[in-house]
């Protein structure tokens, strides 16, 4: 087993509303590690405590029972900036993030509040620059760009710090296909040095095709952990978070009712596609 990232142990929280008015919890007994090189899918329907979950991966909420570590450390014991070197959050719209007058100062600014400077500072921010593919637009106010590179922008603007966890609420919203795979590819290569990766996303044919391990959540429980392929196979524990399987292993579950047999685990139109191929040679 990798390394343990983030340990989250029976947390339970609830939201606030004033005195008089008594919300119901937003977690419950929640409990799930995070490992280095894993990417994480969140899923569940709106109001299931995907968001509420992933701002407790990082310190911005603090359970009311239980605890989450981060390596060794109790996130309710650390400053949010400080754990912010080891837990990056990329909020849904990246306007929430950018507020400087430059690409290059977004980037800039998290490592210069961790007291880094010179030469360091220099290289640090342009590996990080061209990582991302915002060298030319360095100078450019993130105001000016487009939602895409904009969402690139304040993702650069986390890694840059060196976190060992990324945590990202809806990535890839408003994101065509071939932003959403520049994205993706990027992430799984930060997944594939030893960081990890925490997605919420509605995207269950991103999950099919990018997530080591999918977490379904219904009303702030649990309700599965495992593996995507596992899950889209599992029509009870889908019903039980209101989900759907992507299309590729809805097709291939109805071929199965009439006869057709593809193997378990056809959850990608590549994977289909493989399956179908090889059956059609198996018949030849």
């Not at 299931?48 to 060794?72: C, D, F, I, Q, Y």
């Not at 009303?219 to 992507?246: F, I, K, N, T």
Request: hydrophobic share 45%.
């Amino acid at each position: 087993m990798s390394e343990t990232l983030v340990r989250v142990q029976d947390i339970s929280f609830a939201y606030t509303a004033d005195a008089d008015t008594q919300l119901p919890p937003a977690l419950q007994d929640v409990s799930l590690d995070i490992h280095a090189g894993e990417l994480v899918a969140l899923i569940g329907q709106n109001g299931s405590g995907k968001t509420t979950l992933a701002k407790h991966l990082n310190g911005l909420l603090k359970p009311a029972t239980g605890r989450v570590l981060v390596g060794e450390t109790d996130t309710r014991e650390i400053a949010v900036g400080k754990l912010a070197r080891r837990v990056g959050f990329v909020f849904q719209n990246p306007d929430h993030q950018l507020f400087l007058p430059s690409v290059r100062r977004e980037v800039e600014y998290g490592p210069r509040q961790l007291g880094i400077d010179g030469p360091e500072l220099d290289g640090r921010v342009a590996e990080t620059l061209a990582r991302f593919g915002l060298t030319a637009l360095a100078d450019a106010h993130p105001a000016m760009l487009g939602r895409g590179l904009r969402r690139l922008t304040a993702l650069a603007a986390v890694c840059v710090m060196g976190p060992r966890v990324l945590v990202l609420d809806e990535p890839t919203g408003g994101l065509d296909r071939r932003r959403t795979g520049e994205l993706m590819a990027m992430l799984r290569g930060l997944v594939d040095e030893g960081r990890a990766v925490a997605l919420i996303t509605h995207e269950m044919a991103l999950v099919a095709e990018h997530a080591h391990r999918v977490v379904a959540l219904r009303d702030g429980r649990v309700v599965a952990d495992m593996p995507p392929s596992s899950l889209y196979e599992r029509q009870d524990l889908l019903q039980a978070a209101r989900l759907q399987a992507p299309d590729p292993a809805l097709l291939a579950a109805e071929l199965r009712e009439r006869g057709v047999m593809l193997p378990p685990g056809v959850v990608t139109v590549a994977g289909f596609c493989d399956a179908w191929i090889a059956r059609q040679g198996e018949s030849q």
